[in-house]
């Protein structure tokens, strides 16, 4: 087994569904922090998988099973970085360490290089680990300029590992505010979190396929790329198309406005620029169509991935009475959608999002939808190890503090008729 720490994103119990639906055989082992996890896997994970993830912002693995303690860092940073030509860069980023323990070993370090005739710098301190940018652009985290080792004292051990992705902010800041259609009337989806559903759809997809190919993926020791085809159904301008692409799995959009239909279109144009994504190697198409009316699809989608209909945008919060009416109109939507995808779209899996309204301290979610998804011949799932609030109605909320308006992440798995 192979053995990981991730920190994870500012909503965790949603990144560490993603984690046990992005990486197969995950295995949570515990909750060091509100924020770092350790899980053990059966794989090796590829370094880039942190790339499309998009509530896990570092990665580290183990390095020793041994018992060792801080006094062993010296002799394990020099044992990470002998392939390293010229300076030496190296970091520690410490859990539950007291911070005198984290300046010796600094010093420590810095002594055993020195002692090694090898010229050396480090990135981050006793108070602070390197900050995130810095660590990017050091060159340790690929591990050609030198190393950051990831230190959690655990009640019976030391865990130390060291830190192999970090979450390219800039990169996802790019995407967000740079892309010529943003439409902040209907909400807009970060992208992180549209790599969030995408792993949910990727994880449904991948439990579809027959026995024999799951056990064909898991025997072969390099798996190829797992691509999956995407529609999105509520398209609007496109944030979940343009992370398709990015990962290459050919998408659908669509949505009931020409203003979105266009937007979408631009955004995936732009993004085809910036990142050189070719049309031969990866196609999208982008339609103007009611997601409650007939799909008519030759091929049909291995998954739905779709942020559906937030409601009208509000200028205020409504009162009780107006927030019934909210309700009221976003059931009868995801209803006619559920049903329509049960009939025109058969035995393709939904994650969808819903909208929720924060009422103080009480959250109105959907509540007829659960009988309805039922009736359609869906049930919703979670990951493996993930738990829901409450176990009958399966889903994940995000929100944030700033927003009246949270989502409600559902993964609907179709029923198989016996
Ligand atoms: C919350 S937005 C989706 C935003 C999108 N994820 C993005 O990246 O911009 C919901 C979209 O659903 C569309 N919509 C609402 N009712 C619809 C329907 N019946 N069929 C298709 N699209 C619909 C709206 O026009 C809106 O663009």
Not at 48 to 58: K, Q, V
Not at 83 to 111: H, M, Q, S, W
Not at 299 to 312: A, C, F, M, Q, W
Request: hydrophobic share 35%; net charge positive.
């Amino acid at each position: 087994m192979y053995q990981y720490a991730a920190v994870l994103g500012h909503q965790p119990h949603i990144s560490l569904a993603e984690l046990s639906a992005a990486i197969p055989g995950f295995s949570l082992e515990s909750l060091e922090t509100k924020t770092v996890a350790l899980f053990s896997t059966p794989e090796e994970i590829d370094a880039d998988l942190i790339n499309l993830l998009g509530g896990t912002i570092m990665l580290a693995q183990r390095i020793t099973e041994a018992d060792v303690s801080m006094s062993d860092i010296p002799k394990l940073l020099s044992g990470e970085v002998t392939k390293v030509k010229k300076k030496v860069t190296f970091g520690l980023r410490c859990y539950n360490i007291p911070r005198g323990d984290i300046k010796t070993a600094y010093r420590k370090g810095k002594e055993e290089m020195k002692r090694q005739g090898r010229p050396c710098r480090y990135i981050g301190n006793d108070k602070k680990p390197a900050a995130t940018a810095l660590l990017k652009d050091s060159g340790v985290v690929s591990g050609k300029k030198g190393v950051e080792l990831f230190v959690i004292r655990r009640p019976n051990e030391l865990w130390v590992g060291k830190t192999i992705g970090i979450q390219d902010i800039d990169a996802y800041t790019h995407r967000d505010m740079e892309k010529p259609v943003r439409d902040t009337t209907v909400g807009l989806l970060p992208p992180k979190l549209a790599q969030i559903l995408l792993n949910f759809g990727g994880w449904m997809a991948r439990e579809a396929l027959p026995e024999e190919e799951k056990k064909k993926n898991a025997a072969r020791k390099r798996k190829k790329k797992e691509i999956y085809t995407v529609l999105d159904p509520f398209c609007g301008t496109g944030v979940i198309l343009m992370e398709c692409l990015l990962r290459s799995w050919p998408v659908e959009g669509s949505d009931v406005t020409t203003k979105a239909v266009n937007g979408s279109k631009k955004n995936i144009e732009w993004i085809r620029k910036e990142l050189k994504i070719l049309k031969k190697d990866v196609s999208d198409s982008v339609t103007k169509h009611d997601a409650t009316k007939a799909f008519s699809h030759k091929t049909l989608p291995d998954i739905v991935v779709t942020e559906t209909s937030l409601g009208p945008n509000l200028s205020k919060k409504p009162n009780k009475t107006e927030l019934k009416s909210l309700v009221k109109e976003s059931e009868k939507l995801q209803e006619a959608f559920l049903q329509n995808a049960a009939a025109t779209l058969p035995g393709v899996p939904l994650v969808c999002t819903w909208p929720f309204w924060r009422l103080g301290a009480e959250n109105v979610r959907l509540e007829k939808i659960w009988d309805a998804l039922t009736k359609a011949g869906y049930e919703a799932v979670l990951p493996d190890e993930i738990v829901a609030d409450n176990p009958e109605r399966p889903s994940l909320l995000y929100q944030r503090k700033d927003q009246f308006v949270g989502r409600e992440i559902v993964i609907l798995r179709p029923i198989e008729k016996s």
